[in-house]
């Protein structure tokens, strides 16, 4: 292998690396010559400048851009274990007294969403009516039933929401990486 040299823009972002003997600059093109130790470690740290013709390392992140970092990781982190929870399948009592565990995802709260709009507009389910459990047991269900186990699945997704806003909350007012990353669902 060849010489490589570090091609750079007039902000001084490297642009693109070379060789002399694979790949040569093109000419015209502002590039510096580098050893072979510092294109292993430019390519393998991104953010290596050049300033006044010699290579800089990039600069240490602060503590507030360390922080800021946490954070965004800790309501990502956060973010998921919301989209999670507000799809757990919840415990549902019927009017006949009938206790199970219904499913609610995304897609069961949409169909489940449409049975109850649906049959509140016909005005009852019909006889024989059931849904079915997250166990596929089909349960006796009424309209009552339909409206109860969406309210359920509302009220579960509703106190999701508010642990959601309390905890990115807390991770906003934090001061420290160690207590964004302490705070957890």
Known sequence: ?????????STGAIVAYYDSEISPAPQGVNAIKITDAQ??????????????GELVAPAA?????????????QSATIDA??????????SFKTAGGVT??????????????????GYQIAGA?????YWKAADNTPVPF???????????????????????TNLKA???????VAAVQAINW
Not at 142 to 162: E, K, P, R, S
Not at 170 to 176: C, G, Q, R
């Open 81 to 90: 274990a919301y989209a999670a929870a507000i799809q757990q399948s919840v």
């Open 170 to 176: 807390e991770i906003a007012a934090a001061t420290s």
């Open 39 to 52: 294109w292993q470690t430019c390519v393998n740290n991104p953010g290596y400048t050049v300033v006044d």
């Open 142 to 164: 009424t309209l009552t039933d339909l409206q109860g186990l969406y309210q359920a699945i509302l009220a579960q997704g509703w106190a999701a929401f508010q642990k959601r």
């Open 61 to 73: 992140p602060t503590a507030a851009q360390l922080l800021a970092a946490a954070q965004a990781i």
């Open 125 to 129: 389910t019909p006889t024989g009516f």
């Open 100 to 117: 199970e565990t219904f499913q609610a995802d995304a897609g069961s709260q949409t169909v489940l969403m449409q049975a109850t709009q």
């Open 1 to 9: 292998m060849g010489q490589k040299s570090a091609a750079y823009d």
